[in-house]
DNA sequence: ATTTAGCACTCTTAAAGCGAGAGTGCTAAG
DNA sequence: CTTAGCACTCTCGCTTTAAGAGTGCTAAAT
């Protein structure tokens, strides 16, 4: 009784599947019907009752069919489902979005966002990672306005930051260049948050620069490199929100749509802890620990760059979605995103 | 009859300044009890059935009271409301905001956007300028990994466009090094389509570029100038559409949130003919002429850069808005903004 | 001549009542 | 152990009903 048997996991296999396709609860006769189990239905209703006595489903109320529970579509997702494998035209089709791989990595983001909400028919969800950790590429400074300058810091796989910053009337061209020099030589190649520090430190700055430049430097850099680490996050599909019938109250739509809205819940959301492993990660309902997501479900994975985990892909759906095809979209999608990614840079 | 006279102004103001506080038809006792305007309910059913007859007012049903129609608002907005003035809080409010302009303009888009959603309640827009007709203010092609470039494009008050180039093998570092600066020097001040046209022509490309060097700039620089020049669109608040009882509706949501996700719909959205003149312009329901909008209307003004309009902000609410409050709010943000954008940079 | 009070009428909306239908659990027979 | 049968429960959609809000019209008042 503890573990299932098959005839109790075919039950609720055909639960799952039946409730995703109508966001009804289950009744036996539908599935004694539909389902040639070879069962009648008085004894779906036995086992339907054991499912229930253990946690998998549950009634609405007295009279209706059985809906799966968090922990029944847990069962499910662990042990019950076989990952759907994506129609060659479907994995075609997402190869093709990505037309022109050679422009900003923000449109990469915003391809990928959107082919996952296209082709999920929920939203899509892509975050780049926090740029802490990541290498500068190239560097440099240059004149704008008679007292402006404008840094641009290029990270490694081409993601891009600047920021303006003061003039001082004393600065020539020829010192411009002269420290643009020395930035490059000693900066590039470093990651940021290691270059945050050296800022930092007057000691450090001191050795790495001649006494005269050193002075106008500084202060210079320190602001140059004050640019936003925090990862970004391109959303797709929102409006697909409103086909899912579970979603009917107004309330709990507001609730999750300004969710969306907030880049650190959102982060949140897709970060999950196990420190960026590769496969898809499944989390439902309450196991996204937020109280208006509850449900929700949560499918994910890391695209990489390099051979490492790089961001986060993701699809967010009802707890009622069809787990293979998302999981088996989601995998393949973060697959040729990476690959794109690489095909853009090294 | 033809014109308004003083008291039918006056009840039309009332009707309008009652149902955007109710979202409900407006009755006639409602406004004698309410609006001291001196006179009976039934001197005022009168004057609304007048008021109904010349269109700026109508029934839902026969024995409900008035809503105002597009003409009735479009009459308010003309000549019956003030430009409410912003209090002082709300205007530092509005400054405060902006706590670190030195960042991306990205950034002051995003930023604005919020600021636009957060005190009006309703969505925020903001479009950047088309790159077509900007100018490029400096150039950079620099190598990334063995096989592959990096151009980076930025274009005049800091908008940076970077793409991904194939390396030829042939291609030296001093060969790359003479590029950038004949690159540099040719074509930093110039418009990016005046480059574009540019680049297309053959004779022209060989009368700027030593016939040596000629080969290969001409293929690299087409693909570096191939980047997108559509405008860039930021928006926020959707969630606050849900606060709207006339969206009740759930398949009206789904339609605006839908708009709300394109971006050619919403540049057409806030793309208004008249020139992109300064000030603040209004379209009330059809006017925007976008049927799923037509509970909507768009308030929107350009914002400068060099004493020219550059892009275009906005909000987005229902026909039932606060007029004169979002009006003035987007004015000053629209000017508060302008004068960020200049500080940074020029 | 305009304004106002009074009144009959209309239409919406919310609540209540009702019946059909779906689904269950239990029991007894196969 | 499975299945047929049956009584029971609960939801959902329908109609009915009553209350309430607001109008338009008419006749009196200013």
């Known amino acids: 009784m503890s573990t299932l048997d098959v005839r109790r996991r075919q039950i609720l296999e055909a639960i799952i599947h039946c409730h995703t396709l109508t966001a009804q609860p289950v009744g036996s006769r539908v599935i004694a019907k539909r389902y040639n189990l070879g069962l009648s239905a008085a004894t779906i209703r036995n086992a339907m009752a054991d499912l229930e006595e253990m946690g ?119 010192d411009l260049a002269k420290i643009n020099n020395a930035l490059k030589a000693r900066f590039v190649g470093r990651s940021l948050i290691e270059l945050q520090n050296l800022v930092d430190s007057p000691e ?53 749509l300004d969710i969306l809205e907030k880049k650190e819940q959102l982060s949140h959301l897709l970060d999950f802890s196990p420190g960026m492993e590769m496969g898809v990660y499944v989390r439902i309902g309450s196991e996204i620990n937020c109280e208006a997501m509850e449900q929700c479900s949560v499918i994910s994975a890391a695209y990489q760059w390099n051979q490492r985990p790089f961001g986060i892909i993701g699809v967010i759906g009802p707890t009622r979605m069809e787990y293979p095809r998302i999981v088996s979209i989601v995998d393949y999608t973060a697959k040729v995103m990476s690959q794109m990614l690489q095909n853009r840079l090294v």
């Not at 490694?156 to 600047?162: A, T, Y």
């Not at 936003?228 to 109250?249: A, C, W």
């Open 204 to 256: 450090q700055m001191r050795s790495m620069f001649d006494q005269q430049i050193f002075q106008e430097v500084s202060s210079l850099v320190r602001d140059a490199l004050d640019v936003t680490y925090d990862p970004e996050i391109y959303l797709q599909g929102r409006s697909n929100i409103f086909s899912q019938p579970e979603f009917e109250d107004l309330r709990r739509m507001e609730a999750i």
């Open 56 to 174: 998998y489903v549950m009634q609405p109320h007295t009279s209706a069919g059985r809906v799966p529970t968090e922990l029944g579509y847990r069962f499910y997702v662990d042990s019950l489902m076989e990952v759907g494998i994506l129609s060659e035209a479907e994995k075609i089709k997402i190869r093709l979005s990505y037309d022109d791989v050679r422009r900003e990595f923000e449109y990469l983001m915003e391809q990928t966002s959107r082919i996952l909400s296209t082709i999920s028919h929920y939203v899509g969800v892509v975050m780049s990672p926090g740029l802490q950790t990541r290498v500068l590429k190239h560097f440099e400074i240059f004149q704008v306005s008679e007292d402006k300058l404008l840094a641009v810091l290029v990270v490694e796989p081409g993601v891009i930051r600047n920021r303006v910053l003061e003039k001082e009337e004393t600065l020539t061209g020829e």
